[in-house]
């Protein structure tokens, strides 16, 4: 008797402490669950706007590739120009001195 009261109470304590512990793990279990779903959420919403930063980052970069394009077709014209100038300047000093020398022939003329 006091054997079978003994074997019906260990057994009552075994199964106690085996469903305390199955509640514990199957918390643990939802628990785990849910911070997976946000998880994923997370990273979903993450990767959404890491291809909008790229989307946006491509477009910068195509907008970086004309603003250069056009920068050295300006650095090009620029230098153009400077030579252009340049080339005006000594033809403006040569017709100066032509005309200083005309100048200096009318008045040996006068």
Known sequence: ?????????TSILAILYILS???YYKSLAEKEKT????????????????RK?????????GNIDILTEELTKIRKELKVIKS??????LEGEKLKSKIE???????ALI
């Open 84 to 89: 252009r100038n340049s080339q005006y300047k």
């Open 21 to 23: 512990k199955m509640f």
């Open 101 to 107: 020398e005309l100048e200096n022939k009318i008045e």
């Open 53 to 61: 930063y790229q989307i946006q980052l491509q477009r910068g970069l």
């Open 35 to 50: 911070n997976n779903s946000i998880m994923k959420t997370t990273l979903s919403e993450a990767e959404i706007l890491i």
């Open 1 to 9: 008797m006091v054997v079978e009261w003994l074997i019906i109470t």
